[in-house]
């Protein structure tokens, strides 16, 4: 690929991974990395970094549209984010001494768990009506077995 | 939401975030919703302003390390920045349902990416 055309890729690939954060809700660096390994050719380590350069502005500008269309304030959540600084150094030191791989293998599990429960809720309540949460809370047990451990 | 379950979640966010190296929005969004009672749509706006501190704590570590292609970053930055409000814009406006299955199928297709890292 020539020096024109890469960088065009790119913007064009970040078009995408810009509207998904924005509707989702999350950073964007689960589809960077890989993107950036794989057809990119960075290192992991390359392109955990240039993700993380990323995912910054992308949170930022989303963010500032969002509160500015008061869809939340920014109090409430700067005061998540500032304890998740805080996590996130613990989590690092963690990663060094914990199992890696089967860290991984279970959150898969557990993120098909809570994606299988959300389509599932999304399907069901037809109405945008209120969260439910009794008839939410009984049915948790029954989403309980894993799948493919 | 109370300050206690907020801080709750600002830490399983961020201690997830560290260790599998993915970002927090995986691990708030459905805390916000599932156990918050948050509605769908606040939730993710409250994940985007989250991410904001987390990441930056990241890139001034990592940063340091100066591992970063910044002609890429750049490239994609200034991509994703415009559809970021573009995303915002559609976020506001989607029904709560849409959200809600948007975001699982997103939790399934990012539980076959952490998979496959694996």
């Known amino acids: ?149 | 939401m109370s300050s206690a379950r907020g801080a709750v979640i600002g830490l399983t966010g961020g201690l997830f975030s560290g260790l599998l190296g993915i970002g927090g929005g995986t691990v708030m969004v459905p805390l916000l919703v599932l156990w918050a009672g948050c509605e769908q749509r606040v939730a993710h706006a409250m994940s985007l302003v989250a991410i904001i501190p987390i990441s930056a704590a990241a890139v001034l570590v990592y940063g340091g390390a100066g591992e970063v292609d910044p002609a890429a970053a750049v490239a994609l930055s200034l991509g994703a920045v415009f559809g970021a409000r573009l995303g915002a814009s559609l976020l506001t406006r989607a029904p709560e349902r849409v959200l809600k299955a948007a975001f699982g199928v997103f939790m399934l297709v990012a539980a076959a990416l952490i998979a496959v890292d694996a």
Request: glycine content about 12%; some cysteine.
């Open chain 1, 1 to 149: 690929m020539d020096l024109f055309t890469f960088p065009l890729m790119l913007a064009a690939f970040g078009v995408l991974v810009g509207v998904a954060s924005g509707l989702i809700g999350v950073g964007g660096g689960i589809f960077l990395v890989p993107y950036l390994v794989v057809l990119a050719g960075l290192s992991q380590h390359s392109a955990q970094a240039t993700s993380l350069l990323v995912v910054l502005p992308t949170a930022a500008v989303a963010s500032w549209s969002l509160v500015r269309r008061g869809v939340t304030d920014v109090r409430t959540p700067l005061r998540i984010g500032a304890v998740g600084v805080a996590g996130s150094v613990v989590g690092t030191l963690l990663a060094l001494v914990l199992p890696g791989q089967a860290l991984r293998i279970i959150f898969a599990v557990l993120m098909c768990i809570v994606g299988i429960r959300l389509l599932r809720d999304a399907v069901r309540r037809r109405a945008v009506a209120e969260p439910e949460r009794g008839g939410e809370l009984d049915e948790a047990p029954a989403v309980a077995p894993g799948p493919r451990a």
